[in-house]
C-alpha cells in the first residue's frame, strides 16, 4: 500500500498546506466516503458544504474551508492535482510488471530494447522492435515487423496485426485489435468480391487505446491516429482513417472508412461516423450523434442526424409539441371552413 | 450424448406424464424439427396446431392436447420447465472443465479452493483467490490480488484487472475485459491531461456478462454489477456505475460514466445511456433508446431522446405525416389569404 | 518485399499493357503517393487528372491516358484488378503461418489435416477436426468437437465454443467469439431465470467475420451464417439468427435474436435490427437505422425508425422547417382571429 504524508502530496502538487504536514494517507477515497487515513478531493466549489462535513484526513482544495477539520491542500486547479496524486497511487496500487518470463513466445529476431517486461503467454513476432520500458502483457500478440514504442502499455490480450506501429507512452488496453483487416468489398455480380487490405496502422505518443476497440488497417497507406488521441472502449475505427492530434472520443464511436477528425475533436458517447466525412478541428459532436456530412472547424453538432446543437434543441423540442400542432391544424382547417361558408353581411 | 427418460424430466420439473413414461429422449429440438429421440417445448398456447403435428417423442406442454401422438409433460409454467430441462442437457453437452492443466501460469501466492478448473494458457495473478468449483477457461487472465466466487465460470479469454471482485455463479463470457481503465480526462491548454483511474469493480452473485463486454474500473471506489443482473454481448458500463440487482441490459448498451440503475431495471437492445444519469427500479427501456435524463422507476421510456413511450408512439406516427401536415400549411395559407382578399359583399 | 513486373501483373488480371512490359514494382501505393517502384490504380475517370500527374512506375486504369508517363494496365473492370493484385501483394506481405508450433495446445483426439498451422499459445480441444490448410492463430481456443474448414484463417485470439461448425476460406478476425451462449431469460418473480442455450453456431463457406464481433449460440438449433456472408468489426448476432448467403453487414451491427435476413442484404454502419425481424433478399438498409419491422425483398429503408428511404429524406428535411412550421401555424392563429372578429362590410 502507498502512504504520503500531506507535505509530500503538497509538494507534487505545487499546492498550499493548511494544517499538520505530517499527518499521512494511505487511499483516495470519494469525499462522502472518505475517513482516517484518507484523501480526498473538492473539485469544485459546488460539493463546499459536503467537504465540511468530509472526515478525510487530507483535503484537496481550490479555496481554505472553514469548517474542515484535516490537513488542506489549497490548490489552484484541484483537477490537475487529482491528475497528479492518482498517478502516483496508481503507480503505487497496479505495479508495472517487470522482465522477460520464460512463458512468453519472443522471436529470435525481435528486439526488446532496455526494460521491457513481457508477460505470461504473450507472442511477439519476427523482426519486431519493442522500446525500452514497454509493458507487453500476458497474451498479447504483436505480429510482425511491428514497432512498438517506449514505455507503451499493450494490456493483457491486445493484439497487434503485422507491420502496425504504436508510438511513445501510449496505452492500449485488454483485448483491443489494431491492425484487423478492413472491411473492403466490391459487389460482383451479385457476390462480394474482397478486396485485400495491404496497409497498416500508425499510431502515434501518448494515445490512449480503449478495452475492445478495433482499428482497421489501411487498404494502402496507413490508418492513423495521431499524437495525444484519446479513444474509450468498444470503439471502431475503420480503414484509412486520420484521427487528428489529442482527439477525445467516447465509447462506442463507430468511425467509417477514410474518416478525417482535425486536431482536439470530441466524440461524446455512442457516435457514428460516416465514411469519408471531415470533421474540423476543435469540433465537438454531442452524445449518440450520426455524423452524416462534413462538420466545420469548432462547430458543436448533435443529432441523429447532426445539426448544430441549438438547432438540434429547438427541432426536438418542437417534436414534443407535434400532437398539439396537428390538433391546431384540424381546428384551423375548421374554422377556416366556417369562415369560407359565411355567408356575407353575418357575423 | 445425454439421454433423459420422460419419467426423469417430469420429475425433474414437477410436471404431470401423460402417456409411456419410459421412452427416452438425447436431444432438445425446435417443436417443428422434432422427430423420434427428441423432446420438444409447447411454451405458449399460440403454437397449439404445430404442436399437434410435431413428432417430437416427448413434448413439454402447459395443457393436455389432442391429437399429438408422444408422451406429454403437463407443466403450469413451460418456459420454466424448459430452463431447468435445458440446464440439464447444457451440463451433458458442454461439460464443465476439471483440474488445472500444467499449462497455465498460477502465482504461488495465487489461493485456488477445492475443484477449481484452470484451462491452458490461462494467468493467475499474485495473491488473486478463486473459489471452489470456478472455471478459469483457456487464456483467461486474471491480475493481482483478485477475487473470484465459488462456482463462477470465466470462459475463454476473459481479461481480470488487478484488484477486481466477481462474486458466485457468475458466468463472464468470452473475451470480455472486467475492470479496463475508466476514461478519465481533463483538458488543459488544449490537451488532455488523464485522470488515472484507481479504483476497482465489484461484481456480484449470479451475474452474467456477455461476451466482448466491457466494465471499466472506478475512479476511486468501485464500479459496482448486483446480485442477478445480466448483461448480454457487446456493452460498456464505464467507471463508477452502479448496476442493480436483476437489471437486464441487452447487447450493445452503452452506459456512460456514474450511471445508476436501480433493481431490475430492463435495457432492451442498443440503448445509450448518458453520464450520471439514473434509472429507477423496474424502469424499462426500449431498444435504441437515448437516455440523456433521470428516468422514474417503473417508468417506460423510448426514443432516440427518450420520452414516455406512449407519447413517443404518438410523435412517431406524426413524423410520418409531416409532409401532409406541411402540405395543409400551404393550403390554408393560401386561403386566408384568398378570404383576407374577400371583397365584403361577396361570396 | 514482393516484386512483381508489369508484365506478370497484366497477366494476373488479364489487361492490355500500355508501354514498357518489365519495369517492375514492389509496391502498391495512393495515386497521389505513388513514385517510382509503385504500382497505383485509377478506379473510376473521376480522377484521371490526377492520375495524369501520378509518378508511378505502373497503372491500372480503366483507359488509356494521353499524359501519363509511366506504363498502363488497361482493365475493363479496375476494382476487380486492384483486388486480384492486392491478394498478390498481400500473401507478400502478410505469409500465412506454417507449421504446428510447440507451443500450442491440441488434444490429442483433435484431427489436424494437412497443412493446417497451429500458432503459439492456441488451445484446440477435444474432437475438433481442423481442415487442410487452414491457418489456427495464436491465442484462439478451439473448443471441443468443432469443425474448422480448409483454407479457413482463425486470426489471434478468436474463440470458438464447443461443437461450433465454420465452414471453407473464411476470415473469422482478431478477438471475435464465435458460440457464446445467447442471452435468453424469463422473468419469474422479479428475477431472471436462465435459459441455457444448448444450440449451436452454423457458418459457411468464405465467410468473413470481423474483430470483436460475437455470434451467439442458438437455444436449440444454430444460428447460421450462410455462404459468403461478410460481417465487419464489432457486430453482434444474437441466437437463433440466421444470416442469408452473401449478406454484407458493416461495422457496429446489432441483430438480435431470431432474426433472419435473406440473400445479398446489406446493413450499412451502425444498424440495428429487432428481435424476430426478417429482411427480404436484397434489402438495403441504410446507416444508423433501427430496424424494427420486417423489410420486404428489394427495399431500402432508413431511419431511427426505418421508412423507405425516399419518405424518410423527406421528413428529416422537414424537421429541419419544423420551427418555420410552428411559426406558420402562430400567424394564421393570429390572422384567423382577426378575420372571425372582422365585422361585416369592412375590409
Redo the contacts between chains.
Keep these: 500500500m502507498p502512504r504520503f504524508t500531506a507535505r509530500q502530496l503538497a509538494q507534487m502538487v505545487g499546492g498550499r498546506l493548511v494544517g499538520p504536514a505530517d499527518v499521512s494517507v494511505q487511499n483516495?477515497?470519494?469525499l462522502e466516503?472518505a475517513g482516517a487515513g484518507d484523501l480526498a478531493f473538492l473539485r469544485t466549489e459546488a460539493r463546499k458544504d459536503d467537504a465540511r462535513r468530509c472526515s478525510a484526513a487530507v483535503l484537496v482544495t481550490p479555496q481554505e474551508l472553514e469548517h474542515y477539520a484535516g490537513t488542506m491542500i489549497v490548490c489552484e486547479?484541484p483537477?490537475?492535482a487529482?491528475?497528479a496524486i492518482?498517478?502516483a497511487?496508481?503507480e503505487a496500487?497496479?505495479p508495472a510488471p517487470e522482465g522477460i518470463?520464460r512463458?512468453a513466445?519472443v522471436s529470435p529476431s525481435a528486439v526488446l530494447r532496455e526494460g521491457v517486461a513481457v508477460?505470461?503467454?504473450a507472442?511477439i513476432g519476427e523482426g519486431s522492435e519493442i522500446g525500452a520500458g514497454a509493458a507487453i502483457?500476458?497474451?498479447v500478440?504483436v505480429?510482425r515487423d511491428c514497432r512498438v514504442g517506449e514505455r507503451t502499455i499493450l494490456?493483457?490480450?491486445v493484439?497487434v496485426?503485422?507491420?502496425c506501429v504504436i508510438g511513445s507512452e501510449c496505452?492500449v488496453?485488454?483485448?483491443a485489435?489494431i491492425g484487423?483487416?478492413g472491411?473492403g468489398?466490391?459487389?460482383?455480380e451479385?457476390?462480394?468480391?474482397?478486396?485485400?487490405?495491404?496497409g497498416t496502422v500508425r499510431i502515434g505518443d501518448r494515445v490512449?487505446i480503449?478495452?475492445?476497440?478495433?482499428v482497421?488497417r489501411a487498404?494502402?497507406?496507413a490508418t492513423v491516429i495521431e499524437d495525444?488521441a484519446?479513444l474509450?472502449?468498444?470503439?471502431?475505427v475503420?480503414h484509412n482513417c486520420h484521427i487528428g492530434p489529442?482527439c477525445?472520443i467516447?465509447?462506442?464511436a463507430?468511425i467509417?472508412g477514410s474518416v478525417r477528425l482535425g486536431?482536439?475533436v470530441i466524440l461524446a458517447?455512442?457516435v457514428?461516423v460516416?465514411?469519408h466525412v471531415s470533421v474540423g478541428d476543435g469540433a465537438i459532436v454531442a452524445?449518440?450523434s450520426?455524423v452524416?456530412r462534413d462538420v466545420a472547424p469548432g462547430e458543436v453538432v448533435w443529432g441523429?442526424?447532426i445539426?448544430p446543437l441549438a438547432?438540434q434543441r429547438?427541432?426536438?423540442a418542437?417534436?414534443?409539441?407535434?400532437?398539439e400542432?396537428?390538433q391546431?391544424?384540424r381546428r384551423?382547417?375548421k374554422?377556416?371552413d366556417a369562415?369560407?361558408r359565411r355567408?356575407?353581411?353575418?357575423?
Tied chains: 1, 2, 3.
Design positions: 483516495v477515497r470519494a466516503l486547479d483537477g490537475a487529482m491528475a492518482l498517478a497511487f496508481a496500487r497496479f518470463t512463458l513466445s508477460g505470461d503467454f507472442v502483457h500476458s497474451q500478440c505480429g494490456c493483457a490480450g493484439k496485426h503485422d507491420g496505452l488496453q485488454h483485448n485489435v484487423s483487416e472491411f468489398f466490391l459487389q460482383r451479385g457476390r462480394q468480391l474482397k478486396v485485400p487490405q495491404v490512449q480503449g478495452a475492445l476497440t478495433t482497421d487498404t494502402l497507406e495525444g484519446k474509450d472502449d468498444n470503439c471502431h475503420a489529442d477525445v467516447a465509447a462506442g463507430m467509417g486536431r482536439s458517447g455512442d457514428a460516416k465514411d452524445a449518440g450520426g452524416h441523429y442526424l445539426r438547432e429547438r427541432i426536438f418542437l417534436l414534443g409539441r407535434l400532437p400542432m396537428a391546431k391544424l384551423i382547417e374554422e377556416l369562415l369560407r355567408p356575407e353581411g353575418q357575423p
